[in-house]
Structure formats: structure tokens, C-alpha cells
């Protein structure tokens, strides 16, 4: 089971590896036949998520500055991901937990600092011109 959810969580980096980066900081996931941001289109703001495909793109390929500049929390997320991948191939290899297994709370608080972050960095955004 391990072993599966490592390899789940690497998945988008393979998609995103084919991707270029936006050179404008977002829109890259249009390369997937996504449309435009509508909330962008309608409100002349990014939306939560503007640059978050630009910033894996640019993680993927260690261009961890321009991760950063397209969308702070995603690279945070990008990192935990790659993290938690390894963490759990090691584990699925070692045939045992390494360091100690999973648990909910370790969970929740990753999750939260990630999504405490994009609410902060959307804020941030909002009130500047991007």
C-alpha cells in the first residue's frame, strides 16, 4: 500500500514534467487542453490556484526560484509530495516503516500549513497587481 500511494504521489510530476513552464507565471495548465482561468477572466485577479501547474512545471525542473515566483504554497506542496514519496517507496522497500509510519494529525498538519499558506499568498496577491 505504501508503495502505491509513493507512486500516486509522483504521478503529477510525470504529467507536469511534459509541461513548459508559463512564462508569464501561470497558464501553463492550458497545455493540457484546460481552459483559461475563468475566475481571471471575470475578475481581472488570480484566482487560488494561478501558477500552481507553472510552479511544478518549474519545480520538476529544479528551477526552484521560479517555483516559488509562480506560486509559493504549490512548490511547498510539490516538496511534501516528493517528501512523502520517497518516505513511503524507502518504507514499501525496507518492507517496514522508516522513522515512523503514517498518522492522521502529521497529515492535517500538512495539509493545513499548505492551505493556510495559499489562502495567505491569495490574499497577498489579490491586494497587488500580478
Not at 41 to 56: D, N, V
Amino acid at each position: 500500500m505504501a508503495a502505491l500511494a509513493g507512486i500516486v504521489l509522483l504521478a503529477p510530476f510525470v504529467v507536469v514534467g511534459r509541461l513548459a513552464p508559463s512564462r508569464q507565471g501561470y497558464g501553463t495548465h492550458q497545455q493540457l487542453g484546460l481552459p483559461p482561468c475563468t475566475f481571471r477572466a471575470l475578475f481581472r485577479r488570480p484566482c487560488p490556484s494561478c501558477g500552481a501547474t507553472t510552479a511544478w512545471a518549474s519545480f520538476v525542473r529544479g528551477d526552484l526560484s521560479g517555483a516559488v515566483r509562480a506560486h509559493a504554497s504549490a512548490t511547498l506542496a510539490a516538496a511534501l509530495a516528493v517528501g512523502a514519496a520517497g518516505w513511503l517507496l524507502l518504507s514499501a522497500l525496507a518492507g517496514r516503516w522508516l522513522v515512523r509510519p503514517p498518522n492522521e494529525t502529521g497529515t492535517a498538519v500538512a495539509v493545513s500549513v499548505v492551505l493556510a499558506t495559499a489562502v495567505l499568498e491569495w490574499l497577498v496577491r489579490l491586494t497587488i497587481a500580478w
